[in-house]
């Protein structure tokens, strides 16, 4: 049912019960007045009751009211409300005058009547007021979460695209540099260099397109890297693989594992004259997989990880939550980073 049904099935449901209940009462104390000229007063009370609170939530909807907060709107709120009271309270007694119901001489109308009428009918136009803001607010609340939702997914989708578009030119820089120092030296391995880059920029640019790749392809990629840099390094580069089988197919970012490879041998392996270790463990524990990359080194000699480090976890922290987490930790001139995801 959309708003605008339940706003007029709720006006007339209430007018009705509040005229039902009055017809219970005078029926309880004199049956004799229930008659045609009777229920035709009641159905003037239903009519002008839901066109005057229609003209009321008109006036709130036309001086912006409902933006109001509560300190500003209830006394407005009020004073509205007694003065449509008094207009119903008018209709309905004139109505009765004019119809005889209460005969002038029968029974003279008192002012204290005049008040409890109108009274009467401020509590139901206030409680009427109650409902309608209430599920007003509550209609409000619902659309401006499913705008927040709305706007975190879309921010989330941008700041996904924007991390993993400096990753690309980072490692193209850093490879670019690793066939550079090749060139003048060792031209032939330079053309190989040549050749594994080019099927890095292949892999790079479908993966870029995901936002979660097979880590398969993640190693696959990683592999290709240090590859182009065991020919820059030689013997001053030991790769070690530990893989667990069974995870070839389990999601994670594109370039994560790349990143953290590259990561190795910039801020590790390179600064050392004799080189080091670089060691890939990807296994799981329970329900948690874990993909490490162990390189020799340590973190006091490094001055700046750049972009790649905190893009790690940034990209963890939107794409899982809490579901994954990234730590960096130093022990016996190792470096030891790792991934973190839970099942």
Request: aromatic share 12%.
């Amino acid at each position: 049912m959309n708003a605008k049904r339940f706003y007029w099935l709720a006006q007339f449901i209430g007018w009705t019960a509040y005229c039902g209940l009055l017809t219970l009462s005078v029926y309880t104390n004199n049956p004799s007045h229930i008659d045609s000229v009777f229920f035709f007063n009641i159905m003037v009370i239903i009519v002008s009751g839901i066109s005057i609170t229609h003209l009321q939530r008109f006036m709130f909807l036309r001086l912006g009211w409902l933006s109001f907060k509560l300190p500003r709107l209830i006394p407005r709120l009020i004073l509205s409300s007694f003065f449509f009271s008094i207009l119903i309270a008018i209709i309905d007694l004139s109505t009765d005058y004019l119809s005889n119901v209460n005969s002038i001489q029968e029974n003279p109308l008192e002012v204290s009547d005049v008040i409890v009428n109108v009274f009467s009918i401020l509590l139901l136009v206030l409680f009427w007021n109650a409902i309608y803001f209430t599920f007003h607010f509550f209609q409000q609340s619902r659309n401006q979460e499913v705008h927040n939702l709305e706007l975190t997914a879309s921010n989330r989708e941008s700041e996904l695209k924007n991390l993993r578009s400096q990753l690309n030119p980072h490692f193209l820089f850093n490879s670019l540099n690793s066939i550079r120092a090749l060139i003048t030296e060792e031209p032939e391995k330079a053309k190989v260099s040549i050749t594994t880059l080019s099927n890095l920029l292949r892999q790079s640019l479908v993966l870029g397109r995901e936002n979660l790749v097979a880590l398969e392809s993640e190693v696959d990629l990683a592999k290709s890297y240090l590859e182009l840099e065991k020919i820059r390094f030689e013997e001053r580069l030991t790769i070690i693989w530990e893989l667990s089988p069974g995870l070839e197919q389990f999601q994670i970012p594109p370039f994560a594992l790349q990143m953290l490879v590259e990561n190795a041998i910039k801020h590790g392996i390179s600064n050392l004259r004799d080189g080091g270790v670089v060691r890939v463990r990807i296994h799981e524990d329970e329900n948690t997989i874990f993909i490490e990359v162990k390189n020799s080194g340590n973190l006091e000699d490094v001055v700046d990880l750049g972009v790649g480090i905190e893009n790690i976890r940034q990209r963890l922290l939107l794409q899982y939550g809490e579901g994954a987490s990234f730590e960096l930790k130093e022990e016996n001139n190792f470096v030891y980073a790792t991934m973190k995801f839970t099942k």
